[in-house]
């Protein structure tokens, strides 16, 4: 790793006339803090704007003189435009801030004090003990996004000098692409996608992750970066760095030259930055001060170290790296986790999870064995077929969204029933899946575990020996009405159908945006949960 990867970018107090020469990466003296720290520190948060409320007013109508951010400018001139803009006259030009003769310059502090404030923060969002950082707010003002442009111009430029000779700016799905393509076009550099699985077509590299709230994977064109092509990679926050590190990877992969990353913001307790090997450049460090005063009333009245400790937990298998406050015990938890992740116990799980998975098939098969011993059918318990074929239903439909270790799978094909009812009805739920599904690829699609196979097979199979017996086998003293008959074939084909859809959608993210086949395997999935309840009441 070079002396300057892990430096972090020197806040530029410098006044406009000050401002030192642009320098290159190694020259640049390491610095302890992000961009904002010198105005974050003094920033009082009870004036901070809500720009949900009267603050947020000014940004969505600049003609009103209110917005709290500055036409580009305004920023780079100095002067205030937005009666410029009231006349309709163009509030942006297409001059680079580094092209900006140095006595216009715009501070780089001030545009991010400015910036600062109109953030938001979550807690618990999306899970308990994740505090939220929303920069949405800076996108939603055209002033605000025009200074966040500005800003990371400057961040940039400081660092790689004048011409930062960048040719791709790859943006990370979804809110690396919020503003990637923007300053792509202000760096003079092209804008190519980093995306989650199975978005986008033709040839692609994939590599798996983890993340603050869980893992993930992404994707790339395998032809979007061309050999040699200098690349910096945008997104708006670092936390534990594990989506920058694969993102870097996959530029690698393709053979770019990665010359840095850039970030609105970097949760500096996770120390998501030693996992990359070339420059970061930051505007803000979040997290810090903790909850704004704001979400403080109504969100929680949790302590400051409370939070810290639900972070530290949910950081996964990143809990290592992260620094524990003073008297503060790392949890056995944690450990557990990184044992857990880690490649070499991976075949354990597999191993443990085959046992669990011969036993469970095991556990099912004396009654139809039996009846073939005793040549008969006397005492077959009409309904567990259904609920073994409807089980291994939800249980294919679930394997793209589970986690892909072997307990907590084992742990889901005991649930499964309850959870396909939930996952087919809540998009909450599915979505909460999603998020955590991770990866290790055992039959070609990357989200599929090796029970999505053999439990419909087996259900498959089981349905039918079921249907053999009851009507070859004399005597027929529990013999099946002809409606649980035709409900038992039912679930059959519905597993038939399970397991076609698995090839027929192996190269492909199963939807939950409404194009994917997975759609109807969970609604055949919810019909049979239908027909289990009429079947199961006609034994009755
Ligand atoms: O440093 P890490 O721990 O990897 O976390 C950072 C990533 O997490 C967030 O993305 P998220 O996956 O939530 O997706 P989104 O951008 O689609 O909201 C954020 O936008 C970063 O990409
Ligand atoms: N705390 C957080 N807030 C917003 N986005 C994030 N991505 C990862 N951690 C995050």
Redesign the pocket.
């Known amino acids: 790793m070079p002396d300057s990867a892990n430096s972090k970018p020197v806040l530029n107090t410098h006044a406009e006339g000050e401002h030192p020469p642009h320098s290159l990466p190694g020259s640049t003296a390491p610095a302890t803090q992000g961009a904002d720290k010198a105005s974050t520190a003094s920033h009082p948060h009870d004036s901070k704007p809500d720009p949900t409320t009267g603050g947020e007013k000014g940004i969505l109508h600049p003609s009103d003189g209110k917005a709290p951010g500055a036409t580009r400018e305004e920023l780079l001139s100095g002067k205030n435009s937005s009666q410029d803009a009231e006349r309709g006259l163009p509030t942006a030009s297409a001059t680079s801030a580094s092209q900006q003769p140095s006595s216009e310059k715009p501070q780089l502090p001030a545009l991010v004090k400015t910036l600062r404030s109109n953030l938001r923060q979550y807690p618990d969002f999306p899970q308990p003990g994740i505090l939220f950082e929303d920069i949405l707010p800076l996108f939603a003002s055209p002033k605000l996004f025009e200074t966040l442009l500005t800003a990371l111009e400057l961040l940039i430029t400081s660092h790689l000098g004048k011409d930062p000779r960048i040719d791709v700016v790859v943006g990370?799905?979804?809110?690396?692409f919020l503003f990637g393509p923007a300053l792509a076009l202000r760096l003079g550099a092209g804008f190519v996608p980093v995306r989650k699985p199975g978005k986008l077509p033709g040839t692609v590299k994939s590599v798996g992750f983890q993340?603050?709230y869980g893992g993930?994977s992404f994707e790339m064109q395998a032809d979007a970066v061309k050999s040699g092509q200098r690349v910096l990679i945008a997104?708006?926050?670092?936390?534990?760095?594990?989506?920058?590190a694969a993102a870097g990877d996959l530029v690698r992969q393709l053979g770019g030259e990665l010359v840095g990353y850039v970030f609105m913001m970097e949760l500096e307790f996770l120390k998501?930055r030693d996992k990359l090997d070339v420059e970061v450049f930051t505007l803000f460090s979040g997290q810090e001060e903790g909850l704004d005063s704001k979400a403080k009333d109504s969100e929680s009245k949790e302590t400051e170290q409370e939070r810290e400790q639900k972070r530290v937990k949910m950081s996964g298998n990143k809990a290592e790296e992260v620094e524990f406050p003073m008297g503060m015990i790392k949890e056995p938890a944690d450990d557990w986790d990184n044992w857990r992740n880690s490649w070499g116990n991976w075949l354990v799980f597999f191993l443990l999870s085959l046992l669990a998975l011969i036993c469970s098939i095991l556990s099912l098969w004396p009654q139809p064995i039996g009846n073939l011993v005793r040549r008969s059918t006397d005492g077959l318990t009409t309904d567990w077929p259904f609920w073994i074929v409807v089980g291994a239903m939800h249980q294919v439909r679930l394997a793209p969204y589970t986690p892909h270790n072997g307990s907590r799978k084992s742990m889901l094909m005991l649930s499964q029933v309850g959870g396909g009812v939930l996952m087919a009805s809540s998009k909450v739920i599915q979505d909460q899946f999603e998020a955590r599904k991770g990866g290790w690829a055992i039959i070609g699609h990357e989200n599929l575990g090796l029970f999505g196979l053999i439990l419909p097979l087996h259900a498959m199979i089981l349905g039918l020996t079921t249907l053999v017996q009851t009507n070859l086998l004399p005597p027929r003293t529990s013999k099946l009405s002809q409606t649980s008959s035709v409900l038992i074939w039912l679930c059959v084909a519905a597993s038939v159908a399970s397991l076609l859809a698995i090839p027929l959608t192996s190269k492909r993210q199963l939807s939950m945006d409404g194009d994917g086949w997975w759609q109807w395997v969970d609604l055949v999935s919810l019909l049979m949960i239908y027909a289990l309840v009429v079947a199961t009441d006609s034994f009755n």
Not at 172 to 176: F, I, K, P, V
Not at 235 to 244: F, V, Y
């Open positions: 990370l799905e979804s809110r690396g993340k603050e993930d997104d708006d926050i670092i936390a534990t760095g594990g989506s920058a998501g």
